[in-house]
């Protein structure tokens, strides 16, 4: 499984970007999909999730301003980043739950190479 993400890159403050990730491989299903980000001297922290029915979980610094969305067809999220802010320069990872088998009980866990996004005039 492979996770590849794009989208990433440098605008000023007050911008938007869009990040996309693809899951590609051999697997039964994805479940939750998510985008954590992790700046420079810090923990990686949770962005953003969506479930495979579309239930959404945002981060408080980024409700409003971000909007996560996927197509279970291609096994693909997004993530919408409007109004950016200095704060949310960081790797951006995208991070997928998924299940090889039908019979799997817990799905595994597969992380992106991550994408750079710095927000800065």
């Known amino acids: 499984v492979q996770l590849v993400e794009s989208g990433g890159g440098l605008v000023q403050p007050g911008g938007s970007l869009r990040l996309s990730c693809v899951a590609s491989?051999?697997?039964?299903?994805?479940?939750?999909m998510g985008w954590y980000r992790q700046a420079p001297g810090k923990q990686r922290e949770l962005v953003a999730s969506?479930?495979?029915?579309?239930?959404?979980n945002y981060a408080d610094s980024v409700s409003g301003r971000f909007t996560i969305s996927r197509d279970n067809t291609k096994n693909t999220v997004f993530l919408q980043m409007n109004s950016l802010k200095p704060e949310d320069t960081a790797v951006y990872y995208c991070?997928?739950?998924?299940?090889?088998?039908?019979?799997?009980?817990?799905?595994?866990?597969?992380w992106g190479q991550g994408t750079q996004v710095t927000v800065s005039s």
């Open positions: 991070n997928a739950r998924i299940f090889h088998y039908s019979y799997q009980s817990f799905p595994s866990d597969y």
């Open positions: 491989g051999s697997f039964f299903s994805v479940n939750i």
């Open positions: 969506i479930s495979s029915g579309h239930m959404t």
